[in-house]
């Protein structure tokens, strides 16, 4: 009886979320126009729905990574960090922290690789560093499945025509992740693909895509631990190119 109340709380909370969305999109301007009733009605509301029940499920998981962080690489145990969402509004990124504060000699933080210890390796390797962003698609900052959320510091750098990402709410997963992850060998690549899914916004391409990214996470394939470790960074590579321009 209890679980039954649990599923209609749920339901009820992705309804009123999905309809307040779809009233606050109203008059607003917006480069991306919705391909269909899934995208325009649907998509909000059941991504509300997917994360409030994962929210719960995973509570006992959440609990136990929590604890463990603080144990081994102390607090705060959420990190956040700026990330360009939709139609490029920042907003707060939450994970579990993965790295420790270790500095060097002149009291400047070391390198990733440094800080980046055995048990962090394993947050990023298994996503479990990734659940706290559950509390970002319920507040409406992300969506389950879309464009991975990169660094504010890349804004500048991209093209006019992959600023079209930001179209569509950033997500936990997304087409270009689950088409090499992070193994992907060129920012080119990955905007491709991010550019495919918000040109085809779909919900049988949203269950293709967590389909995917399930068996991935299970197999632990494509997997490359920190987010730029083969592509590296997006403002770099293309200063670059700048610079190497004739």
Same mark, same amino acid.
């Given at each position: 009886?209890? =679980?039954?109340?649990?599923?209609?709380?749920?339901?009820?909370?992705?309804?009123?979320?999905?309809?307040?969305?779809?009233?606050?999109?109203?008059?607003?301007?917006?480069? $991306? &126009?919705?391909? +269909?009733?899934?995208?325009?009605?649907?998509?909000?509301?059941?991504?509300?729905?997917?994360?409030? +029940?994962?929210?719960? %499920? @995973?509570?006992?998981?959440?609990?136990?990574?929590?604890? #463990?962080? !603080?144990?081994? /690489? +102390?607090?705060?145990?959420? =990190? #956040?960090?700026?990330?360009?969402? &939709?139609?490029?509004?920042? @907003?707060?990124?939450?994970?579990?922290?993965?790295?420790?504060?270790?500095?060097?000699?002149? +009291?400047?933080?070391?390198?990733?690789?440094?800080?980046?210890? &055995? @048990?962090?390796?394993?947050?990023?390797?298994?996503?479990?560093?990734?659940? *706290?962003?559950?509390?970002?698609?319920?507040?409406?900052?992300?969506?389950?499945?879309? *464009?991975?959320?990169?660094?504010?510091?890349?804004?500048?750098?991209?093209?006019?025509?992959? $600023?079209?990402?930001?179209?569509?709410?950033?997500? /936990?997963?997304?087409?270009?992740?689950?088409?090499?992850?992070?193994?992907?060998?060129?920012?080119?690549?990955?905007?491709?693909?991010?550019?495919?899914?918000?040109?085809? %916004?779909?919900?049988?391409?949203?269950?293709?895509?967590? @389909?995917?990214?399930?068996?991935?996470?299970?197999? !632990?394939?494509?997997?490359?631990?920190?987010?730029?470790?083969?592509?590296?960074? /997006?403002?770099?590579?293309?200063?670059?190119?700048?610079?190497?321009? %004739?």
């Amino acid at each position: 009886m209890i =679980f039954i109340w649990i599923i209609i709380g749920i339901i009820t909370i992705a309804t009123v979320v999905g309809l307040v969305s779809i009233i606050a999109d109203i008059g607003k301007k917006s480069n $991306h &126009k919705p391909y +269909g009733p899934y995208e325009r009605f649907v998509k909000r509301g059941l991504d509300a729905f997917l994360a409030t +029940g994962a929210l719960i %499920v @995973f509570s006992p998981i959440l609990l136990i990574t929590a604890i #463990t962080v !603080r144990i081994k /690489l +102390g607090s705060p145990i959420i =990190f #956040t960090q700026e990330r360009p969402g &939709k139609n490029e509004k920042i @907003f707060k990124l939450y994970k579990f922290r993965s790295m420790t504060d270790e500095k060097d000699e002149n +009291g400047k933080l070391c390198s990733d690789d440094v800080r980046l210890t &055995k @048990f962090g390796r394993f947050l990023r390797s298994t996503s479990l560093d990734e659940l *706290p962003e559950l509390l970002n698609i319920i507040k409406g900052d992300m969506a389950v499945v879309g *464009p991975r959320p990169l660094l504010t510091d890349y804004l500048p750098y991209y093209t006019k025509e992959e $600023h079209h990402r930001h179209d569509v709410r950033p997500g /936990l997963t997304g087409w270009a992740q689950v088409n090499g992850r992070n193994a992907i060998h060129s920012w080119e690549e990955r905007f491709k693909y991010d550019l495919d899914y918000v040109n085809h %916004v779909s919900l049988a391409m949203d269950i293709k895509v967590l @389909f995917i990214t399930v068996f991935k996470v299970l197999k !632990r394939s494509d997997i490359q631990v920190g987010s730029e470790i083969v592509v590296g960074r /997006l403002d770099v590579a293309r200063r670059e190119d700048k610079n190497t321009e %004739v």
